[in-house]
T-cell receptor, first 110, second 114 residues
């Protein structure tokens, strides 16, 4: 069964707007990671957040983690056309192997 | 360019063929992974090698046979595949197989079974 689940499944925004994607999971975790996948390419690691952390930043990316709600969000600020991709969360912990959520397909329109 | 190299990029094979997918990394990582990804779906973990030993097999059919000849190489041997095995096969590596390490992915092999 899937551990992480993203919403929305698809998101279209204009360049310069912010994009927020959410990830929910079912069991306790040790770590949560976010990855990006451009069409026809492999996944690229964006951010790892540990279960004892609440927020992390990397450039235009901000990730939050709420372990009480078993959820995480990824915020991309000032989006660019190059941010168009699928975004996946992935979790590990509680005996589960590395599991990816279904992903959010982000389209940033020029 | 990715630091994990997968060959071939594309592969078309019949159901009776035998072929192999190859993956190579030179980052000194000691964990390597095979994933299967269908269109518009997330990657699904197939196998994990840790220090050249198979540590996880996610109930993958025996027509997929992994091999880790050394710490830099990972192969996936294919035999008697079915049309539903058509997918993107991704290789990844990480420093070790603890979940607190980012995984580095290759660009995959797109496999089509006729």
């Amino acid at each position: 069964s899937q551990q992480g689940e993203e919403d929305p499944q698809a998101l279209s925004i204009q360049e310069g707007e912010n994009a927020t994607m959410n990830c929910s999971y079912k069991t306790s975790i040790n770590n949560l990671q976010w990855y990006r996948q451009n069409s026809g390419r492999g996944l690229v690691h964006l951010i790892l957040i540990r279960s004892n952390e609440r927020e992390k930043h990397s450039g235009r990316l901000r990730v939050t983690l709420d372990t009480s709600k078993k959820s995480s969000s990824l915020l991309i600020t000032a989006s660019r056309a190059a941010d168009t991709a699928s975004y996946f969360c992935a979790t590990d912990g509680n005996g589960q192997n590395f599991v990816f959520g279904p992903g959010t397909r982000l389209s940033v329109l020029p | 360019d990715t630091e994990v190299t997968q060959t071939p990029k594309h592969l078309v094979m019949g159901m009776t063929n035998k072929k192999s997918l190859k993956c190579e990394q030179h980052m000194g990582h000691r964990a390597m992974y095979w994933y299967k990804q269908k269109a518009k779906k997330p990657p699904e973990l197939m196998f994990v090698y840790s220090y050249e030993k198979l540590s996880i097999n996610e109930s993958v059919p025996s027509r997929f046979s992994p091999e880790c000849p050394n710490s830099s190489l990972l192969n996936l041997h294919l035999h008697a595949l079915q049309p539903e095995d058509s997918a993107l096969y991704l290789c990844a590596s990480s420093q070790d197989n603890r979940g607190n390490q980012p995984q580095h992915f290759g660009d995959g092999t797109r496999l089509s079974i006729l």
